[in-house]
């Protein structure tokens, strides 16, 4: 009887270490996953404000995105033509970090998705018009780059200051937009993903 009792304990020891095994194995999974989402959806943006910047005018961006903090919100034209060799600039257009929808700027998850002050980035084409069209590029994103706090400094070592998560900074004619997201991963933990590409402006 005492043997039985013993190859039983044994055996249900077995048994949980292997269920142990499973239930983390399917965690490492999922968790993996989550990350894996979270890069095609990052990758994806990016190529979006490519595309969306692709031949953007120098001369009228706005805010000036050539200084040390670049801007979260950018304004700007793309040509949509040309007159006697002179381009002709598109209606104005923009591109920036907006909280999301039930969110505040105020360190708590107001709208209880377990993400903290996240938002979302907007493009608005026909600013200032009757048929101005809002978009949102994506959602999910950091309010702040990875590092950085709203403390007037660099931070995390990038040569911006106190860049948030979506955040254009410009370096002669080259602009460069980063842009971190957030995710949960399978235990509820926060992931952060980023992307960061440079695109050269017209004159």
């Known amino acids: 009887m005492v043997e039985l009792l013993i190859s039983i304990s044994v055996l249900s020891l077995i048994l949980y270490s292997f269920g142990l095994v499973l239930s983390q194995g399917e965690g490492a ?9 979270l890069e095609t959806r990052s990758r994806r943006a990016i190529r979006r404000v490519v595309t969306e910047l692709n031949g953007a005018g120098q001369s009228i961006l706005w805010p000036d995105p ?20 002179a381009i002709d600039w598109g209606p104005l257009t923009s591109l920036g970090f907006d909280y999301a929808e039930g969110e505040l700027d105020d360190g708590i998850d107001n709208n209880g998705n ?25 959602r999910d ?10 403390n007037g400094a660099d931070d995390n070592g990038n040569g911006v200051r106190d860049e948030a998560g979506f955040n254009a900074h410009q370096v002669g004619d080259m602009l460069t937009v980063r842009m971190a997201f957030l995710d949960l991963d399978a235990g509820g933990r926060a992931m952060t993903r980023t992307s960061t590409t440079s695109i050269r402006l017209r004159n």
């Open 66 to 85: 050539a200084n040390e903090f670049g801007t979260a919100t950018l304004f700007f034209r793309t040509p949509v033509g040309v007159t006697d060799g």
């Open 141 to 150: 994103v950091a309010e702040f780059f990875p590092g950085e706090t709203d």
């Open 114 to 138: 377990g993400l903290v002050d996240e938002g979302a980035i907007v493009l608005i084409r026909n600013v200032g018009q009757a048929d101005q069209i809002r978009t949102t590029i994506c």
């Open 29 to 37: 999974y999922r968790s993996a996953q989550s990350m894996s989402s």
